[in-house]
């Protein structure tokens, strides 16, 4: 989650919630590797080394991490509602539930009934998350306008090569 994205959720929430209910970020699900591997391309492509010397190596899991990320759980199922950018859980109190379902309705949030987990959910593609790194500001300026000269760079390139062989 970046910066601009905690901030929306935190404001979001101030502006919706009315007591009791959890609101979460629905955000895209990636894999580590997957993140590793763009990001050397990336890196090294910007500072002039090549990516092949630079080999992600898999350390194995650590006391407190986890391979999955659950956002919501089985007794949940009943009390989650979403509007498409977030996710919101109802309190557990029927009467807090009925109030709040119809405000939250009201809201354009719709009931769903499933889990919501980093498994349930499609990766991201190494494309999509090259386009995270660019878009969100995680990576610093002169990174990102690098790597948006070569994506366009490149991109011209490929369209001159069609041209000549048509």
Not at 22 to 34: E, H, N, Q, V
Not at 109 to 120: D, G, P
Not at 140 to 166: F, G, I, K, Y
Request: charged share 25%.
């Amino acid at each position: 989650m970046t910066p601009r994205q905690a901030s929306d959720l935190v404001l979001s929430s101030a502006i919706l919630a009315q007591g009791g209910e959890i609101l979460i970020a629905k955000m895209p699900s990636l894999r580590i590797r997957d993140l590793a591997v763009e990001m050397v391309r990336m890196l090294a492509t910007h500072y002039g080394w090549d990516p092949v010397n630079y080999p992600i190596e898999v350390k194995g899991i650590r006391a407190g991490e986890k391979l999955k990320e659950e956002l919501t759980s089985e007794a949940e199922n009943h009390r989650l509602m979403s509007n498409g950018r977030f996710l919101c859980v109802l309190p557990e109190a029927p009467e807090r539930q009925k109030h709040l379902r119809a405000r939250y309705q009201n809201e354009g949030f719709k009931t769903i009934a499933r889990i919501y987990s980093s498994e349930s959910e499609p990766p991201m593609t190494p494309q999509q998350i090259r386009e995270f790194l660019l878009q969100q500001d995680v990576l610093p300026e002169s990174v990102q306008q690098a790597c948006t000269q070569t994506r366009v760079d490149t991109e011209t390139h490929a369209a001159r090569q069609t041209e000549v062989a048509l």
